[in-house]
C-alpha cells in the first residue's frame, strides 16, 4: 500500500504568493480530510470530503483558502494569497468505513510563509 | 465544536516501565484512533476502536473504549526508547475526527 501521497512535503514561499497542496488519498477510501498542524493550535480540521463532495468547511479559516476534489483519488488545497500565519505543516487524511471509520494520515507539507 | 480532553500533557519515564494515557470528552463517540507522531512525520494510526468496552492490543500497546463511548486509554507496557514520541487521541463523530492535545512521551534509557 503506498498510504496518503502528498506533495511537495516542503514549500518555502513569500508573502502573496500563491500555494497549492496536493493529496492522493488511499484507494478504496471514500473520505478525505486536509487538516493543519502548529504548536500553537494542535490539528485543526480544514474540510473534508465524502465521495468527492465537500461536507464541512467550517474550518477553513477565511476565503484565501480554498479546496477541490474533482475525483477519488485527487484532491488540491490552495492558499492564495499567502499570508505568513499560513505557516505551519499541512496534513492530507483519507478514510474508509469497513465496520467503523479509520483514519490515514499523509506525510505532510511544511508550509513557510515569509 | 466537541473537545477532547488528553492527559497526560508530558511524561518522563524510565527504559522499561508501563505509560497510561487517556481522553476524555463531554460528547460520545463512534470510534475512537491512538495515533503517534514523530518529529516531521505525520501521525500514525495504533490502534482502532469501534465497540464500547472494546479492548484491543497491539503489541506492547493495550487501548480500551470506554464503556460510556465519552473515553478512552492508551498504555504502553515495558517501554523502550523508539517509543518516544507524541501520542494522539481522536473520536469520530459523524463522519468527523476530533483530537486530542497530545501527550508527549519522553523515554530515558
Known amino acids: 500500500d503506498a498510504g496518503v501521497i502528498q506533495s511537495p512535503r516542503h514549500e518555502v514561499t513569500e508573502m502573496g504568493q500563491e500555494v497549492t497542496l496536493r493529496c492522493k488519498p488511499i484507494?478504496?477510501?471514500?473520505?478525505l480530510f486536509w487538516y493543519r498542524q502548529t504548536m500553537m493550535r494542535g490539528l485543526e480540521l480544514l474540510i473534508y470530503?465524502?465521495?468527492?463532495?465537500?461536507?464541512?468547511d467550517s474550518g477553513m479559516p477565511e476565503d484565501r483558502f480554498s479546496a477541490k476534489m474533482p475525483n477519488a483519488s485527487f484532491s488540491t488545497l490552495k492558499i492564495q494569497p499567502s499570508e505568513p500565519r499560513d505557516s505551519a505543516v499541512y496534513f492530507c487524511?483519507?478514510?474508509?468505513?469497513?465496520?467503523?471509520?479509520?483514519?490515514?494520515f499523509g506525510p505532510g507539507t511544511r508550509l513557510l510563509v515569509l | 465544536g466537541q473537545q477532547l480532553n488528553q492527559s497526560p500533557q508530558s511524561m518522563f519515564i524510565q527504559e522499561g516501565e508501563d505509560v497510561s494515557m487517556n481522553c476524555t470528552s463531554s460528547?460520545?463517540?463512534?470510534?475512537w484512533l491512538w495515533y503517534k507522531q514523530d518529529p516531521g512525520e505525520g501521525p500514525v494510526l495504533l490502534i482502532a476502536?469501534?465497540?464500547?468496552?472494546e479492548l484491543t492490543s497491539n503489541g506492547r500497546l493495550t487501548a480500551q473504549f470506554g464503556i460510556t463511548r465519552k473515553d478512552s486509554f492508551l498504555n504502553i507496557s515495558a517501554s523502550i526508547p523508539s517509543d518516544v514520541g507524541i501520542y494522539f487521541c481522536?473520536?469520530?463523530?459523524?463522519?468527523?475526527?476530533?483530537f486530542g492535545s497530545g501527550t508527549k512521551l519522553n523515554v530515558k534509557p
Open positions: 487524511a483519507s478514510s474508509y468505513r469497513r465496520g467503523g471509520e479509520t483514519q490515514y
Open positions: 484507494s478504496g477510501h471514500n473520505s
Open positions: 470530503f465524502n465521495n468527492n463532495v465537500p461536507i464541512d
Open positions: 460528547s460520545i463517540f463512534n470510534t
Open positions: 476502536l469501534y465497540k464500547a468496552g
Open positions: 481522536a473520536g469520530q463523530s459523524f463522519n468527523k475526527f476530533y
